[in-house]
């Protein structure tokens, strides 16, 4: 695997490939991987003739200090992982790289940014948002992959290929969960072995609800049951527990057929999200 901190290095490296060879598959990433962000490499890689990984905790995405102090950083475990899956290529830059000029740009998403997570995480599809689109710039790539787990993400990086008109094909790629259900996040190597035990309350809740809402119960008892249920828990804070139109993410009152479940919340100090898609 080349690996590149310094954007004009791999520039001409990647160019060289399109030229040669054929597409360019995208993997931006945070880090501290695990099996989730791997199945979005193997995605690209059944795709695309050149597969980039990105390494690179955003600064201007985290609106908590302590979360970004506490994200989990694991480079040489995240090289040996995408070595070992023949990852083609690394982009692991530095703020320096990333922020040389500083930046000040803001993006607005209209409601899609101020609901659910952006409610919760002011400025957060912001900095995602920015971060993406350097990203882009810097890789070109023909198609990026990103996961279903950070599904508004998904749909704020969609409007903002849309509106940028950014030359790429975006791909959402399935939730990767532990055998218990717990959706894999480098988050959750924060939890200890007790709170990695209640943390498997956020994918219960949702199996529990879909069941509630095939059994024709409506969505304000079901909604209203569950957040009783987090309620009850120790080190348990819920944050959002919604359903949602998967188009627009606006709220539903019952299941049609592109609808979603959404939920939010803390484990300890520890802040987790998942989501699960509904048949109708
Ligand atoms: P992150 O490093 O958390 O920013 O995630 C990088 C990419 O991996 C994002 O597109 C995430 O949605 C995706 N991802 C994170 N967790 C999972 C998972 N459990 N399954 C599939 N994709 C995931």
Redesign the pocket.
């Not at 931006?28 to 880090?31: A, E, S």
């Given at each position: 695997m080349q690996i590149f901190s310094e954007i004009e290095p791999m520039r001409a490296f990647l160019g060289k490939l399109k030229r040669d060879t054929g597409t360019i598959g995208f993997v931006?990433?945070?880090?501290a991987l695990?099996p989730?962000?791997l199945?979005?490499v193997k995605a690209s890689q059944s795709e695309n003739s050149t597969t980039v990984c990105s390494i690179y905790v955003n600064p201007t995405q985290f609106n908590n200090a302590d979360d970004l102090a506490k994200y989990p950083r694991t480079i040489d475990r995240d090289i040996a992982m995408l070595n070992e899956v023949n990852c083609d290529v690394l982009f692991c830059p530095g703020n320096d790289v990333m922020y040389e000029s500083g930046s000040h740009i803001k993006f607005d998403f209209g409601s899609l940014d101020t609901m659910l997570e952006g409610r919760f995480r002011p400025g957060h599809f912001s900095g995602v948002a920015l971060v993406v689109s350097k990203l882009f710039h810097i890789v070109n790539p023909d198609n990026a992959y990103?996961?279903?787990?950070?599904f508004q993400?998904y749909k704020v990086i969609e409007k903002l290929v849309e509106d940028l008109k950014f030359n790429v094909s975006l791909r959402c790629?399935?939730?990767?969960?532990e055998p218990d259900g717990l959706?894999?996040?480098?988050r959750n190597a924060r939890l200890s072995l007790s709170q990695r035990k209640k943390a498997t309350i956020f994918y219960e809740s949702m199996k529990q609800a879909a069941q509630m809402l095939r059994n024709g119960i409506s969505w304000s008892v079901i909604q209203s049951e569950i957040k009783a249920t987090f309620e009850s828990m120790d080190e348990i804070r819920l944050e959002y527990f919604e359903l949602a139109d998967t188009s627009n993410l606006n709220s539903l009152e019952s299941v049609s057929d592109k609808a979603i479940l959404l939920v939010a919340g803390y484990v300890g100090e520890v802040r987790l999200i998942d989501n699960l898609l509904l048949e109708a």
């Open positions: 931006p990433t945070m880090g695990h989730g962000h199945s979005l990103f996961g279903q787990k950070d993400q790629i399935p939730i990767e969960r959706a894999m996040s480098s």
